[in-house]
């Protein structure tokens, strides 16, 4: 039985994709990630010398800001900081610039459901911005599972309600080889199947989680293919003009 | 890497607790390759666990957990409130997680821990979506009056694995909670009743109580948690703070009694986890879920 989603959408397609980089000139790098009309704006500033009190002064430190559309900040946001920035952290080369501190700052326009998401790709795209250096990006995405054990990605805010449980799960990008062997394998699965951060909320079944996986892995890969479409479009656009 | 010839001639030379501090990588590494840990542990099994309930005479329910050194120490005030428009017929919980400066050398006064707000968070989200309590057990009279529980855990002493010490330390209370008796007075409004002595006491029992004893919540469903390292293709269960500070990857697993997944928390980390890695997570839950469970059965019966 396939589901009706309000939108129109099928289970497994997502929301329309914006990216815009670039668009705040303070920040060293910033972003603005839309999907649908969850709308996310990332700036970095950094790297800043100094580590704060307890970090390693071996390695590059990262600091995540969260600021709510409304109200004030409260153990939601702190959460999401703490998610983002070991997110960051395990994606970024800590090593190239030590003792230093990368800020990033979140700012939430508009939040209609998969929100985390939203903020880790935005991010990703600010550190781009940024010129950070990063091993892989990291694509997130959000899987909900319905009652009748159908997985639908990328809901809004009435489904993310409406649902059962669901999932944020974070994949490295797919990698772009010349030879298809060419792409690096490990524990027999391929790089990019690997989880960097899942969170979930609600309960659900064991197989339910391995099947919410198995489609997060599916939208990866055209999450990936749009941020390679999108920033060899802004170096096009930025090599024509100078 | 550094220069390998060098730690091993050290090595020779070094004390067991220099090389501990010095090469800390290097010193877990030697224990993992012989499937041990520095305290002698096995890679899969968890710290000895104990569960005592009832230690906070003034506080209606309440428990100490100790995993290994970790302990926290659970207790719930029941107060009554006036329930939402939206739920007239549910009470609420309000859940608090505090980290004391005596539980870690890092906490200092006036400067909440960073993992405080988080781990909060983290425990309501698992109570309230795991379903162990039903709101509405915590409903006194309709739209007027319900209970709100107050629960606050203290962490007292930090050494790794905090979620899953305080999961269980509020998992305990809980069971370990007895509502206390109270009536509606002439005011329309409830009051608490001390002891069943006095005659007028008595009267108001007889009849205008809402509840005639003190009643134990029905638990079910309930979640357990194990939080697991993943370092190369080692799977360590029950981390200390020294192996969580050294390894950054944690993979928490939130189990029910009817075996479902309430919560697979992983929040970045070196190390990816593959769909092997997460199965053998589960597999180590699984196991500490059905220990977790005797422990408490053994608590209840005391």
């Known amino acids: ?242 | 890497m550094g220069l390998p010839d060098s730690s091993q001639d050290l090595s020779t030379e070094m004390e067991v607790d220099a090389f501990r501090r010095i090469f800390p990588l290097r010193f877990f590494e030697r224990h993992l390759s012989e499937s041990l840990r520095p305290d002698a542990r096995p890679l899969g099994k968890a710290r000895d666990t104990i569960v005592n309930p009832g230690l906070v005479s003034t506080a209606d329910g309440s428990a100490l957990a100790k995993i290994g050194s970790t302990t926290m120490l659970a207790a719930i005030r029941m107060e009554v409130m006036t329930p939402s428009t939206d739920s007239p017929d549910e009470g609420c919980i309000a859940l608090e997680f505090h980290m004391p400066p005596i539980c870690s050398p890092t906490v200092r006064p006036g400067r909440p821990a960073d993992a405080a707000p988080v781990i909060s968070k983290r425990l309501s989200d698992t109570i309230l979506s795991s379903g162990m309590i039903d709101l509405k057990e915590l409903c006194l009279v309709s739209g007027k009056a319900a209970w709100m529980g107050y629960l606050d855990i203290y962490c007292l002493n930090a050494d790794g694995a905090l979620f899953d010490a305080a999961l269980l330390s509020a998992v305990a209370a809980f069971s370990n909670l007895e509502i206390p008796v109270v009536a509606l007075n002439d005011n329309g409004r409830i009051v608490a009743i001390s002891g069943g002595k006095d005659e007028d006491n008595a009267s108001i029992i007889e009849k205008k109580a809402v509840n005639k004893e003190k009643r134990k919540l029905t638990l079910k469903n309930i979640p357990f948690s194990l939080t697991c390292i993943l370092h190369k293709k080692y799977i360590l269960a029950d981390p200390t703070t020294e192996e969580e500070s050294i390894m950054d990857t944690l993979v928490t697993v939130v189990l029910d009694s009817s075996d479902q997944m309430v919560s697979l928390y992983k929040s970045g980390g070196t190390v990816l986890a593959y769909s092997s890695a997460v199965k053998s997570c589960v597999e180590l839950a699984r196991k500490r879920a059905k220990e977790l469970k005797q422990i408490l059965g053994e608590m209840d019966i005391d």
């Open chain 1, 1 to 242: 039985m396939e589901i009706d989603r309000v939108d129109g959408r099928t289970p497994n397609q997502l929301r329309p994709l914006a990216c815009s980089r670039n668009i705040l000139h303070r920040p060293h790098g910033s972003a603005s990630w839309s999907q649908g009309d969850t709308k996310v704006l990332a700036a970095v500033y950094g790297p800043k010398a100094g580590t704060k009190k307890n970090e390693n002064a071996e390695k590059a430190c990262f600091e995540v800001i969260w600021k709510p559309k409304t109200g004030q900040i409260g153990k939601v946001e702190k959460e999401c900081e703490m998610i983002l920035k070991r997110t960051i952290q395990s994606i970024c080369v800590l090593t190239v610039n030590p003792n230093t501190t990368t800020s990033v700052i979140i700012q939430v326009v508009h939040d209609d459901g998969s929100l985390l998401p939203c903020a880790i790709n935005a991010a990703c795209a600010a550190l781009v911005d940024a010129g950070i250096p990063m091993k892989h990006l990291a694509v997130a995405i959000c899987c909900c599972l319905a009652d009748n054990g159908y997985v639908v990605l990328d809901p809004n805010k009435l489904e993310e309600k409406k649902m059962s449980a669901f999932a944020y799960l974070v994949f490295p990008n797919t990698t772009l080889s010349v030879l298809p062997e060419g792409s690096s394998v490990a524990e027999g699965e391929p790089v990019e199947h690997g989880i960097i951060t899942s969170v979930t909320h609600g309960v659900m079944s064991v197989d339910d989680y391995f099947l919410c996986v198995e489609n997060g892995h599916a939208a990866t890969a055209s999450l990936s293919a749009f941020f390679r479409k999108n920033f060899q479009q802004s170096q096009r656009d930025s090599s024509k003009a100078g």
